[in-house]
């Protein structure tokens, strides 16, 4: 039996790794190959991600795609163990709102997020990385003259589907060559190389890195964006890890956490225990699923 870098389910006879044009290329214990998908996915408006587990017909037709643990929108891809969000200390400067409203969609999702942070030298943004470490998000300063650094980011794609993404100029690409030289990617030239060129935005593929799969992503300008205005706004506070010892405290059961009086984590926020940029980013949240909720009401 073939190893994969990314062990398949034993219910799966493959994984989708790359979406083009409807084609998928299919990894199985026995080789790779290119496939359709029944025509009936299209007929119950269901298509194929990057990242599904397959089973296969004996003419080599996706025929069943296995239940998803998650999935994301932009690109489409399923099944992701964790997201990386770049994000550099300073130029461009870090945009903490967008950043927040991601990393809750990766918790909302059940993805496992983290926190890279580059161009430390220019500025080391000791505040930045106490932000998200008393937020228990996980951080990763990379420092390029101390391979120890991204030593920590590349041992953590080992045997996992990662995503990477973020703001153009963040230093993507800088990373990845250091994880992988082998990439032997250009500066801002990331989706060239991962067959993804400006006029093929059709393609999303999974490629091998550092023992695991990366999947080929859009900025933070595109990312998500969908996705997490259909959020259950009951939901959002769990995606707060910083939330978490005063959910349930509240005066009232049924407290949004935004202004009520009696409210724990507002009180927390107050007290400086919760940062109020981050609970800023909940409320944001929060007031988009509500206004939603509202519309389709």
Known sequence: MKNLPVAIPETAQGRIITSVGGLYTVETFSGICTCKARGIFRKRSITPYVGDYVQLSEDGVIQEILPRKNSILRPPVSNLDQIFFVVSTCHPAPNLLLLDSFLTVAIYQDIQPAVVLTKMDLHRGEQLEKLYTDAGIPVYPV???????????????????????????????????????????????????????????????????????????????????????????????????????????????????????????????????????????????????????????
């Not at 992988?180 to 999303?204: F, N, Y």
């Not at 978490?244 to 927390?268: I, M, N, T, W």
């Open 143 to 297: 420092e390029y003259d101390k391979p120890e650094t991204v030593a920590a980011v590349s041992e953590l794609l080992a045997g996992k589907i990662s995503m990477m993404t973020g703001n153009s100029g963040v230093g993507k690409s800088t990373l990845l060559n250091a994880i992988d030289p082998s990439l032997q990617i250009a500066t801002g030239e990331i989706s060239e190389k991962l067959g993804r060129g400006k006029h093929t935005t059709r393609q999303v593929q999974l490629y091998p890195c550092a023992g695991g799969y990366l999947a080929d992503t859009p900025g933070f300008s595109t990312f998500e964006v969908e996705q997490y205005l259909q959020m259950d706004k009951e939901r959002i506070a769990d995606c707060f890890p910083e939330f978490q010892p005063y959910l349930g405290q509240c005066r009232f059961s049924d407290c949004a956490h935004v202004c009520e009086k009696g409210c724990a984590v507002v009180e927390a926020v107050q007290a400086g225990k919760i940062s109020k940029s981050r609970h800023d980013a909940y409320v944001s949240l929060y007031q988009t699923a509500k206004q939603r909720k509202a519309w389709e009401s």
